[in-house]
């Protein structure tokens, strides 16, 4: 356990939560990167998952193809897309975004689709119409299950863009690059931690904004 | 193509290495998380435990397991080992959510009868109730599989030697061709294990198939209607 001991004294060390290389600019890189690659992903995801749920309309294509981007590997996109594009921010992000796709577009499509017609019947016959149904009858009502598929997508992202950090890239991966390049153990382990230490506190705020957004109409409901 | 042709056995090993690191924790997850998500089934402490605990569980990143493993194991770092132990975590994180859905899903009429026909708790587990719940059960098989075969690669990174490896070596020495290939390999083997657990289900699950006709559906449907 020594080296548990000296992973430790890594994270304790100020000279590792100093300077341009220390924890504190590593973990605001770390969730820089992750909130860009969730912001894309939302603005493609939410819109067409919305969409296809209140309509019906393309079920099946959306199904199929969360299921196929699922089985894509992101560290082969990752590296495919730097080799293809350059180096630079956008070719891992690019990647990182098809990664978070599928779990938000299955999260909204499948929590639109699963509202109850007689609620949306209801809506309709209060004079509304589909944009209104959609926004002040579907979206509340889905809105935990959308959570919940942007809550596994962030999971996702914040483990897997350690993994930048391999194409020259900052954020806490970094640190287990060079320090598997140096075999310096200690750090590797030390950033590890922090990375799974970054993804429970980031669960765990979007468990409690999932919490707060659910209408208190739903949480009565059996 | 010519890298392809000149490197096929070593591609051939890897994917090897791929399926092994990938079917083995779904098969060792499994025999793990369906008998502890029955024991957790209608357990009061034992069931917020574990779907709690497993949910957490699922929170902490690969990379981290795959790094902090060996510490734990006390083995090599690019050792296959720390990578099955990792992906087997995590299909029992995934399996015990939707295998004590299963288990609940289960008709407590059908278990009823089945111990009324003289059935011990252990049969009527293999037999009625884990065959009634073969639908859910390769549900959630499905979903861990095709995770797993794409966190593999994952351990590429740090050392171990997979399909991953064609990523990291291709990204070295720019060669586009064998992450293609790479790419490729990862979704045929993600295909083929999800047609197999698919057939799988099909082939343990004949009722399903024999449609509204069956006996045993009308039997069920009886039990409903009588207890409705």
Do not use: C
């Not at chain 1, 509304?128 to 999971?155: C, D, F, K, N």
Request: aromatic share 4%; hydrophobic share 55%; proline share 5%.
């Amino acid at each position: 356990m020594s080296l548990l001991a000296s992973a430790l004294a890594w994270l304790a060390d100020p000279d590792s939560w100093s300077g341009s290389g220390g924890i504190p600019t590593r973990l605001l890189e770390h969730l820089a990167y992750s909130g860009l690659t969730l912001l894309l992903a939302l603005a493609v995801a939410v819109p067409l998952g919305l969409w296809v749920g209140h309509t019906g309309r393309g079920s099946g294509v959306v199904v199929a193809l969360a299921g196929a981007l699922r089985a894509l590997p992101t560290l082969g996109l990752l590296t495919l897309f730097t080799l293809l594009l350059g180096l630079g921010l956008m070719p891992p992000v690019v990647a990182l975004v098809l990664l978070a796709v599928p779990p938000i577009l299955s999260g909204a499509y499948a929590g639109i689709a699963n509202v109850s017609p007689a609620l949306k019947d209801a809506g309709t016959a209060l004079g509304m119409t589909g944009g209104q149904v959609l926004a002040r009858v579907e979206l509340p009502t889905a809105l935990p299950v959308i959570l919940g598929g942007i809550r596994s997508a962030a999971l996702q992202v914040v483990a897997t863009v350690t993994v930048v950090a391999y194409i020259n890239l900052g954020g806490l991966g970094r640190y287990l690059i060079d320090g598997l390049a140096v075999r310096d153990y200690s750090r590797m382990l030390g950033s590890v931690v922090l990375v799974a230490l970054l993804a429970l506190a980031v669960d765990a705020v979007l468990a409690l904004v999932q919490r707060l957004a659910t209408s208190p109409g739903l949480r009565l409901a059996p | 193509m010519t890298w392809t042709a000149a490197n096929w056995p070593h591609v051939l090993e890897l994917t090897g290495a791929h399926l092994v690191q990938s079917v083995l924790p779904v098969l060792l997850g499994a025999l793990v998380a369906i008998p502890l998500a029955r024991l957790a089934v209608r357990s009061r402490v034992l069931r917020p435990v574990l779907v709690t605990g497993s949910s957490l569980l699922y929170t902490i990143p690969s990379l981290t397991l795959f790094v902090v493993l060996p510490l734990l194991l006390g083995t090599q770092i690019t050792s296959v080992a720390n990578v099955v132990v990792a992906l087997t975590l995590y299909v029992v994180a995934i399996l015990l959510r939707s295998s004590v859905d299963a288990f609940e899903a289960v008709d407590r009429g059908v278990l009823q009868a089945s111990t009324a026909m003289g059935y011990r708790p252990l049969r009527r587990f293999l037999t009625v109730e884990l065959s009634l719940a073969v639908p859910v059960l390769v549900a959630g098989l499905r979903v861990a599989s095709v995770s797993n075969i794409s966190m593999v690669s994952v351990g590429a990174v740090i050392g171990v030697q997979s399909l991953g490896t064609l990523f990291t070596d291709g990204l070295r020495r720019s060669i586009v061709e064998e992450i293609v290939v790479g790419i490729a390999l990862t979704v045929v083997l993600a295909l083929l294990l999800d047609l197999l657990l698919q057939g799988l289900g099909h082939v343990l699950t004949p009722w399903q198939r024999a449609g509204s006709r069956s006996v045993t559906t009308r039997l069920l449907a009886l039990g409903r209607g009588a207890a409705a």
